[in-house]
């Protein structure tokens, strides 16, 4: 069953179609895929879907239900969370104050707090930075509180924008770790990424976002083995 399903999107920029009538859909236990090279509208496709952007025309249907007119805030308590690309964690805030911030909708205080002490064993750096100012961490941290935050409000669609962007190659395998203990646990996930090859290893199905189309869909493991996504995105 669908847990998110997108129809005949079309999202303009002024007079420009940026996202020019895209349809998928993302099942719930799935880590689904969108790639795409920078300027595709992997980022733009994410933003509509949490009502960030406007959308000229199509429908985005959550749990049966289409969440065109509603507002992001609203979604989070709905069941969706996103890690925003360039993570975008609080600068000014401790890192405690972060995870706190991420459940907002949460009303059990003693729950909030086993849900920080979950999140600091799961990124043991944030246990031992728990006090220290956001903006001081290093990009990694960053990505890790980010996705630690996202988690807080305990999603039932997790969806991640570029969570690897910057990141050194040891920290992108973590985060790629990360990623599948959460969607072990029960979390179906949406995931934007420049690192195909990644991605696609991860994901049950994907899909190849080129300049606001869809071209080409399939299984992860099929598109890691097509002629046409390893010439163009694999660097094969």
């Known amino acids: 069953m669908a847990l998110l399903e997108v ?9 420009i179609r940026a996202i020019k009538g895209i349809s998928f859909e993302v099942n719930e236990g799935e880590i689904v895929s969108l790639i795409g090279a920078n300027g595709a509208g992997k980022t733009t496709t994410m933003q509509s879907i ?25 979604l989070i308590s709905m069941g969706m969370s996103q890690v925003p690309e360039g993570r ?10 972060n995870l706190v911030m991420g459940a907002y909708t949460q009303k059990d205080k003693k729950k909030i707090k086993e849900d920080i002490e979950e999140i600091c064993t799961r990124f043991p750096r944030l246990g031992e930075r728990k006090n220290q100012i956001a903006g001081t961490l290093s990009g990694g941290e960053q990505q890790m509180l980010a996705m630690g935050r996202a988690m807080m409000s305990h999603p039932k669609l997790l969806m991640l924008d570029e969570p690897s962007m910057g990141l050194s190659p040891l920290l992108v395998d973590q985060v790629f770790d990360i990623i599948k203990d959460y969607h072990k646990m029960g979390t179906t996930v949406l995931l934007v990424e420049q690192n195909a090859k990644k991605a696609l290893s991860i994901s049950d199905r994907a899909y190849v976002l080129e300049t ?3 071209t080409i869909s399939g299984k992860g493991e099929d598109l ?8 163009a995105y694999l660097g094969e």
């Open 7 to 15: 129809k005949n999107l079309q999202v303009n920029y002024g007079v």
């Open 50 to 74: 949490m009502g960030l952007i406007p959308i000229k025309d199509g429908t985005v249907t959550y749990d049966g239900k289409v969440i065109n007119k509603i507002p992001g805030h609203k």
């Open 88 to 97: 975008r964690v609080f600068q000014e805030l401790t890192v405690y104050e």
């Open 212 to 214: 606001g189309d869809i």
């Open 224 to 231: 890691l083995n097509n002629e046409q996504v390893k010439k």
